[in-house]
């Protein structure tokens, strides 16, 4: 790197500082100027938030990267990013696991990432998060000045800080994601959940709930199943005055009739059979905070009224009590179903859905959020790969295209439970290859898309197939890996009669290799 090429880099970061330009632009543009003053085949700027490193743009990595949450305690080269605080090099030869194994766009299967940079940016003396540079070349960073790096980090910062404060000062980023992990943390103790995307449709969505966030309004959140409308209603009362106060749910399609009443409103002791004692109901639980109700076009028509009725002044009895009892509850409210034909139909009130349709949300189905289903898909890889062990889970290129064409009835409940099962699958597969890694890529028949071709031997045969979900309904996940394998070594024994040399053969297995795996799994 030259003088002149270090300076040519600042120049237009520089200009960029008084410019208004969308936060992906910018951080764009960021990154393609340090990829140019540092050459590599991929950069990526990561923001953290308590234990976790976001990734916010890259460049020349897997585009689901972006949807991933790299937990800074389970990778030690983040770890050492984070505490050391300067500009570090891994080389060729550190035997610390790269994060990135397997997401470098190009590299190939059993190629692991060879030469690493990484640098902390400070805003304020305060760790904001990291730049990180890789390449596939092992001798790639080995005259990379550091100090020019931590110079250029310094830079980077400043494109940081400019970025964050022209969005504060024009109102138009809402903290949606720390407001949830606040509440998250303290109220239930969940790993924190996000509304993941970069799509239109997610952005209306995401400016709709920073809109009406910060009101006491009834909200009515419509969309398909699983397209989470509960993350949603999350993301509202994160933004709202209420966001310190608790945010309880009902899904009033789960409960059966005779106990909606007692759940919704509480109950006195002797109201009914069974009701030994007084009991609050989620609207007193929910005082001064946030009540969600999911599926709220299933309750009952009695129900409904009582309902009404508090939404209207405040006021509610407990099932079986004349008392009166005053709550302050904002109500959000979510539905799969057209609200107006129930109306229509006499199966819901007409007065109660204008109560909850202040202010309607719509949530857009994943067919309609485009390459949104690549980033949503990083984080369940993320959070499979934790889950079973690996160091890199990836999806192939076909894989990619595949998701993308799917027309996804089930919404992201759907890619979440196709991703986890993939993913199993895949682990499966990859256990039985001659040199089994810890890096494992999903292909296209492990997805398992209907009307997808399939291009694995093992999956060809029904049996393999019915094997695998089989194994997925065994307790832990290495019990799942083991069923499964014991089943496939079964079954080609049982092909071949027993000769263990023709089923190593079919197995692509040295005979010596196959005959350990099965004694481990208890296969005479």
Same mark, same amino acid.
Not at 280 to 287: P, V
Not at 358 to 365: A, E, G, H, L, N
């Given at each position: 790197?030259?003088?002149s090429?270090?300076i040519?880099?600042? !120049?237009p970061?520089?200009a960029d ?8 632009e910018?951080?764009g543009?960021l990154l393609?100027v340090i ?11 990561l923001?953290?938030q ?6 916010l743009a890259v ?10 949450r790299?937990?800074?305690s ?5 770890q ?5 605080g300067?500009a570090?090099?891994?080389p060729?030869?550190? &035997?610390l696991p790269d994060?990135?194994?397997?997401l #470098?766009?190009?590299q190939?299967?059993r190629l692991e990432?060879h030469d690493?940079?990484?640098?902390a940016?400070?805003l304020?003396d305060?760790?904001?998060g ?8 092992p001798?790639?960073f080995?005259n ?5 790096l931590?110079a250029?980090? &310094?830079?980077?910062a400043a494109?940081?800080m ?5 969005a ?7 903290d949606?994601r720390t407001?949830?992990?606040?509440y998250?943390?303290?109220?239930n103790h969940?790993q924190p959940?996000s509304?993941v995307?970069?799509?239109a ?13 910060k009101?006491d309004?009834?909200v009515?959140i419509a969309?398909e199943t699983?397209v989470?409308k509960e993350? #949603?209603?999350e ?7 209420r966001a310190?106060?608790p ?5 009033c ?6 106990? #909606?009443e007692?759940e919704?409103f ?7 059979s069974?009701a030994i004692s007084d ?5 007193e639980l929910a005082?001064?905070g946030t009540?969600? *109700?999911?599926?709220?076009g299933?309750?009952p ?5 009582k ?8 006021q509610l009895?407990?099932l079986?009590s004349?008392q009166?009892?005053?709550?302050n509850?904002?109500l !959000? ?6 609200l107006v034909?129930?109306?229509?139909e006499?199966l819901?009130?007409?007065d109660?859905?204008?109560r909850?349709?202040?202010?309607p !949300?719509r949530v857009?189905p994943l067919?309609?959020r485009?390459?949104d289903v690549?980033?949503l898909a &990083?984080?369940?890889?993320?959070e499979?790969?934790?889950r079973?062990g690996?160091r890199?889970?990836?999806?192939s290129a076909e894989?990619?295209m595949v998701? *993308?064409k799917?027309?996804?009835l089930g919404?992201v409940r759907e890619l979440?439970h ?5 993913a199993?699958?895949?682990?499966a597969?990859?256990?039985l290859q001659?040199?089994p890694t810890?890096?494992v890529t999903?292909?296209?028949a492990?997805?398992d898309l ?5 291009n694995?031997d ?7 197939a019915?094997?695998a979900?089989?194994?997925m309904n065994?307790?832990?996940?290495r019990?799942?890996v083991?069923?499964?394998?014991r089943?496939? !070594?079964?079954?080609?024994l049982e092909r ?5 040399a ?5 197995l692509? *297995?040295d005979?010596?290799?196959?005959a350990?795996?099965?004694r481990?799994?208890?296969?005479r």
């Amino acid at each position: 790197m030259t003088k002149s090429s270090f300076i040519a880099g600042w !120049i237009p970061l520089v200009a960029d500082l008084s410019r208004d330009m969308p936060e992906r632009e910018r951080y764009g543009r960021l990154l393609e100027v340090i990829r140019q003053v540092f050459p590599c085949d991929a950069v990526a700027l990561l923001k953290l938030q308590d234990d976790y490193l976001l990734p916010l743009a890259v460049i020349g990595l897997s585009p689901d990267t972006l949807g991933r949450r790299f937990r800074v305690s389970e990778h030690p080269r983040f770890q050492e990013l984070v505490s050391q605080g300067g500009a570090t090099r891994f080389p060729s030869d550190c &035997g610390l696991p790269d994060p990135y194994d397997g997401l #470098v766009e190009g590299q190939p299967t059993r190629l692991e990432v060879h030469d690493c940079l990484g640098c902390a940016l400070y805003l304020q003396d305060q760790l904001w998060g990291l730049l990180t540079l890789d390449s596939l070349d092992p001798a790639s960073f080995g005259n990379v000045d550091l100090a020019a790096l931590e110079a250029f980090s &310094g830079l980077a910062a400043a494109t940081v800080m400019a970025n964050e404060r022209i969005a504060a000062l024009t109102s138009r980023i809402e903290d949606e994601r720390t407001a949830a992990e606040v509440y998250r943390h303290a109220v239930n103790h969940l790993q924190p959940r996000s509304l993941v995307g970069q799509s239109a449709a997610l952005r209306h969505l995401q400016g709709e709930i920073a809109l009406v966030g910060k009101s006491d309004l009834t909200v009515l959140i419509a969309g398909e199943t699983g397209v989470g409308k509960e993350l #949603v209603a999350e993301a509202i009362h994160a933004a709202s005055n209420r966001a310190r106060r608790p945010m309880l749910s009902l899904n009033c399609a789960a409960l059966p009739e005779n106990l #909606v009443e007692s759940e919704l409103f509480g109950h006195v002791r002797g109201a009914f059979s069974g009701a030994i004692s007084d009991r609050r109901g989620k609207f007193e639980l929910a005082n001064a905070g946030t009540l969600f *109700l999911d599926e709220v076009g299933e309750l009952p028509l009695t129900v409904q009224a009582k309902l009404l009725r508090v939404l209207q002044s405040g006021q509610l009895q407990r099932l079986g009590s004349d008392q009166e009892h005053h709550v302050n509850v904002r109500l !959000i409210a979510a539905t799969n179903r057209d609200l107006v034909d129930r109306v229509r139909e006499g199966l819901f009130r007409a007065d109660l859905y204008h109560r909850l349709a202040v202010y309607p !949300i719509r949530v857009p189905p994943l067919r309609e959020r485009g390459r949104d289903v690549l980033l949503l898909a &990083g984080t369940f890889l993320e959070e499979n790969r934790n889950r079973l062990g690996l160091r890199s889970l990836r999806l192939s290129a076909e894989s990619q295209m595949v998701l *993308l064409k799917h027309n996804w009835l089930g919404n992201v409940r759907e890619l979440e439970h196709l991703i986890s099962r993939a993913a199993l699958k895949a682990m499966a597969v990859h256990m039985l290859q001659p040199e089994p890694t810890r890096m494992v890529t999903i292909d296209v028949a492990e997805l398992d898309l209907p009307g997808q071709p399939p291009n694995r031997d093992e999956f060809t045969n029904p049996g393999l197939a019915e094997a695998a979900n089989a194994s997925m309904n065994v307790g832990g996940l290495r019990d799942a890996v083991d069923a499964f394998q014991r089943r496939r !070594i079964e079954e080609a024994l049982e092909r071949h009669q027993g000769r263990w040399a023709n089923a190593a053969r079919e197995l692509q *297995l040295d005979r010596a290799n196959l005959a350990r795996l099965a004694r481990r799994l208890g296969i005479r």
